[in-house]
């Protein structure tokens, strides 16, 4: 059974950073590309930034380019998001998100919320 769980959300400052955490378990970690999504309220959930499964290449939205890095430990069987110079627009929940074969798995999401 696929589970996903986030951590590391919580309130920063603009201009902070946070570093938000994926466990994942249930699957053969090191076979899959690793996404993280975020969503706003009243936005529809968007694709923040993605990796492959050796961890070699990833992409990112436009909107957080130069400023999020996505990683992964194919030994701990996590994925990280390191999430710098946050923005207000950046208040969102992100979820980790991971296609195995036919089917899509989400963690619960952590809540991201950057205010002064």
């Known amino acids: 059974q696929v589970h996903l769980v986030e951590s590391g959300g919580g309130l920063v400052r603009p201009g902070g950073t946070l570093r938000l955490s994926c466990a994942a378990s249930?699957?053969?970690?090191?076979?899959?590309?690793m996404s993280w999504y975020r969503q706003a309220p009243g936005k529809e959930r968007e694709r923040v930034a993605g990796?492959?499964?050796?961890?070699?290449?990833?992409n990112y939205a436009d909107s957080v380019k130069g400023r999020f890095t996505i990683s992964r430990d194919n030994v701990k069987n996590m994925v990280y998001l390191q999430m710098n110079s946050l923005k207000p627009e950046d208040t969102a929940v992100y979820y980790c998100?991971?296609?195995?074969?036919?089917?899509?798995?989400w963690g619960q999401g952590t809540q991201v919320n950057v205010s002064s």
């Open positions: 998100n991971v296609w195995v074969g036919i089917f899509e798995y």
């Open positions: 249930g699957f053969t970690f090191t076979n899959y590309p």
């Open positions: 990796i492959t499964s050796a961890g070699g290449s990833t």
